[in-house]
C-alpha cells in the first residue's frame, strides 16, 4: 500500500453488490429501458404467426429459431443503453477512480444487466413459445436455455458496449462486433430449445451453453474494463 | 495523512497533434493547496486528469508519498477524490442516495454521517429530493458532502466553485482550510482565486 488509509477498504465483492443494487433501483425508477427490448421480444414473435402459417405443426418446427433469433436482437437492442449513461454522466470515470478494481464493478454493472433483460427475455421466452404451439412441458426448458445464452451474451455484449462508448453512433457498431461472436451462442441455445420442446434430453448443449459463460464471465470482465480505461481518455 | 506528498516531474502530454503538458513539474506537501491556473485550454483539466491517470502521459511520473504511483494505481486510487465540471450524481437518484453508493464503494458509512456532511455542506434541506430537481449550485453542494464523506488526503478540484453563490464559495474556502490543517492537500483549477491564506498556497501557470 502506498498511503495510510482512514478507514479500511470496501471489500470488491460488497462493492460490486452495491452496483447492482444502485442499477436495479435506478431501472425501477426509470423502467422505458426495461421494457423496451422486452417489448421489441414480444411483438417480434407475436407477428410470426400472422406472417408465416398458423398452423401449429409449422410453428412448433421454427419456435426455436424464432424464440432465439428474436430474444438475441432484443438482447443486443438493450446492450446498447449497459454503459452509456454511466459514460455520459461521469460515473465510470469515478468507477476508474474509486480505488475499487474496475473488472469487479463491471462484472456488477453487467451481471445487474442481465438480472434486468436476461431474467425478464427467460420469462417471457416459454410464454411467447406457448403462442407458436409449444407444449407447457417444455417451458422450464426454455426458460434456461435463454437464462444461459442471455447470461453469456451480456458478458460478451459488455466487451462491444465498452469498446463502442466513443463511438457516436455505437449501436450498429456494436451489432457488428458482437453478432460474430454471439453465433455459437444462438446454436446452442435453438438446438437446445429444439430438443426441449421434443421432449428430449437437452443437457449436451446446455452444457456447451454453460461453458460459453464459464469462458465469458472469466475474460470479458477483463477485457471490458480495458476498453473502459481506454475510453476515459 | 499527515506528511503525505504528491510530486510530479516533467509530465509530457499530447492531444492528437497539440503538445498540451509541456515537462511539467510540481511538488505538493499535506497542508497545502496549489492552484492551477491559466487561460482557457491550457490544460488544467488535462492536467488534473493524468495526475490521477485518466489521461495516459507520454512522458514523466507521479510520485504519491515518494511511490511512483503506476505501482500501485489503485491504492493511490483510494486516497484521492477527484471532481470534475459535472458531479457524477444519477438524476433519478436522491442526494443521500447517491452519496450513499459512492461513500460506500470506500468504506462503510452511516445515514448519520451522511447527513451530517451534508449539513456542514448546506445540502441538508434538499438531500432527500432527485438530483434531476435541484439546481446545478445544489448538486455541487452534494458532491461537496461526498468529497468530505471519502475522508482522503488528496483532493483533486476542478473549478470546484462553478455555479456555486457566494455563501457556496465560502464554503469551498473553509472546507479546504479545514483539510489543510487536517494535513490534507489539494489542487485545484481555478480562475478566481480561492481566498486560502497565500502562506500555503502554491500556484502554477500553465499559460505560462
Redesign the interface.
Known amino acids: 500500500?502506498?498511503?495510510?488509509?482512514?478507514?479500511?477498504?470496501?471489500p470488491p465483492l460488497?462493492?460490486a453488490r452495491?452496483v447492482i443494487a444502485?442499477d436495479l433501483?435506478?431501472a425501477f425508477?426509470?423502467p422505458d429501458q426495461l421494457v423496451q427490448p422486452l417489448a421489441f421480444f414480444v411483438m417480434v414473435t407475436a407477428l410470426f404467426p400472422l406472417s408465416i402459417s398458423p398452423e401449429r405443426a409449422t410453428l412448433r418446427a421454427v419456435a426455436p429459431g424464432v424464440l432465439w433469433v428474436a430474444a438475441l436482437l432484443a438482447a443486443l437492442l438493450a446492450l446498447d443503453f449497459l454503459f452509456r449513461d454511466d459514460a455520459q454522466?461521469?460515473?465510470l470515470?469515478?468507477f476508474?477512480?474509486?480505488?475499487?478494481?474496475l473488472t469487479w464493478l463491471l462484472l456488477g454493472k453487467t451481471g445487474a444487466h442481465w438480472l434486468l433483460t436476461g431474467v425478464p427475455l427467460s420469462v417471457m421466452a416459454p410464454l411467447m413459445g406457448y403462442t407458436l404451439g409449444v407444449p407447457v412441458s417444455a417451458s422450464v426448458g426454455i426458460m434456461l436455455t435463454v437464462a444461459l445464452g442471455s447470461l453469456a451474451l451480456s458478458f460478451i455484449g459488455s466487451i462491444g458496449a465498452a469498446l463502442t462508448l466513443g463511438a457516436r453512433r455505437g449501436g450498429v457498431l456494436l451489432s457488428i462486433l458482437i453478432l460474430p461472436l454471439a453465433v455459437p451462442i444462438l446454436i446452442f441455445g435453438s438446438r437446445a430449445t429444439e430438443l426441449a420442446i421434443r421432449g428430449e434430453a437437452y443437457l449436451a448443449p446446455m452444457e456447451l451453453l454453460g461453458a460459453i459463460v464459464v469462458l465469458s464471465f472469466t475474460l470479458a470482465p477483463l477485457a471490458a474494463a480495458a476498453a473502459v480505461r481506454i475510453s476515459?481518455? | 495523512m499527515i506528511g503525505s506528498v504528491l510530486r510530479a516531474e516533467n509530465l509530457h502530454l499530447w492531444r492528437t497533434e497539440r503538445h498540451v503538458l509541456k515537462g511539467v513539474d510540481l511538488r505538493v506537501c499535506g497542508g497545502e493547496l496549489l492552484q492551477l491556473t491559466g487561460v482557457n485550454g491550457a490544460g488544467k483539466t488535462t492536467l488534473l486528469r493524468a495526475l490521477c491517470g485518466l489521461n495516459h502521459l507520454e512522458e514523466g511520473r507521479v510520485f504519491w508519498n515518494e511511490h511512483d504511483v503506476c505501482e500501485d494505481l489503485e491504492g493511490f486510487h483510494a486516497s484521492l477524490v477527484y471532481l470534475g465540471h459535472e458531479p457524477p450524481l444519477k438524476p433519478d437518484l436522491s442526494g443521500i442516495e447517491n452519496l450513499g453508493f459512492w461513500t460506500g464503494m470506500r468504506r462503510r458509512i452511516s445515514r448519520a454521517a451522511i447527513n451530517d456532511a451534508l449539513i456542514r455542506t448546506g445540502g441538508g434541506e434538499f438531500a432527500t429530493r432527485p438530483v434531476r430537481t435541484l439546481s446545478a449550485g445544489q448538486k455541487r453542494r452534494v458532491a461537496l458532502a461526498g468529497l468530505l464523506l471519502a475522508a482522503v488526503p488528496l483532493w483533486l478540484l476542478d473549478e470546484p466553485t462553478t455555479n456555486l453563490d457566494s455563501s457556496g464559495q465560502e464554503l469551498v474556502a473553509m472546507l479546504l482550510e479545514a483539510h489543510l490543517d487536517a494535513g490534507g492537500l489539494a489542487i485545484a483549477a481555478v480562475h478566481h482565486g480561492l481566498g486560502i491564506a497565500a502562506s500555503r498556497l502554491r500556484e502554477l501557470n500553465l499559460s505560462a
Open positions: 500500500m502506498i498511503a495510510t488509509l482512514p478507514t479500511e477498504m470496501t460488497r462493492a452495491l444502485r433501483m435506478l425508477r426509470r454522466d461521469g460515473t470515470e469515478q476508474a477512480l474509486s480505488g475499487q478494481s476515459l481518455e
